[in-house]
């Protein structure tokens, strides 16, 4: 959460109840009675200031996005100071659906179980910024084995190899996220 603005706010009140110059009346520019003799001896003439400090915070709203579930795509960058990725999201085809979207997209090319075994397909170039949970579950490779990881782990990550990763988007927040493997 961060810190939007610091409020402070003075309000002077004579003991006797009388408003004090900084303090709100109907008409500020008035001028003060002072107290009668007779009035100081029952009332004191301290001045009392109450000082009130009031944060207003601004919770940061994670971007918008319309993506929801499962989503698949190659991240592009990390925000890990925000929380954040960049998302260039593909359509991700497993199995039959992976051969029928290469007979579709005239690709005839199986080695490394392309086609045969996954496809993906990316249309729209567009990168989309996530926030991501601070709860989520993110995975990286260690060769080809899932293992724990960070967003830091997937900016580092990124650097290295382009990866295909698998999402899960909950609320508008990324909850999980996969780093795949591909032969």
Request: charged share 15%; net charge negative.
């Amino acid at each position: 959460m961060a810190l939007g603005a610091l409020m402070l706010s003075a309000v002077g009140v004579a003991a006797c109840g009388t408003p004090t110059a900084g303090s709100a009346t109907a008409n500020p520019s008035a001028a003060i009675p002072s107290p009668s003799p007779s009035a100081s001896a029952s009332r004191p003439s301290a001045v009392v200031t109450t000082l009130t400090v009031t944060a207003v915070t601004t919770a940061s709203a994670p971007p918008a996005t319309d993506l929801t579930g499962e989503q698949y795509g190659f991240i592009t960058a990390v925000d890990v100071a925000a929380g954040t990725v960049s998302l260039d999201r593909i359509a991700y085809f497993t199995g039959a659906d992976a051969q029928k979207a290469c007979a579709e997209d005239g690709v005839t090319d199986t080695s490394n179980n392309w086609c045969t075994g996954y496809y993906w397909r990316n249309n729209n170039p567009a990168l989309r910024t996530l926030a991501v949970s601070p709860d989520a579950t993110i995975t990286v490779l260690d060769g080809s084995a899932s293992v724990p990881g960070s967003l830091e782990k997937v900016a580092q990550r990124i650097t290295q190899a382009t990866s295909t990763y698998r999402l899960v988007i909950t609320d508008g927040r990324v909850t999980e996220m996969h780093e795949m493997y591909a032969p």
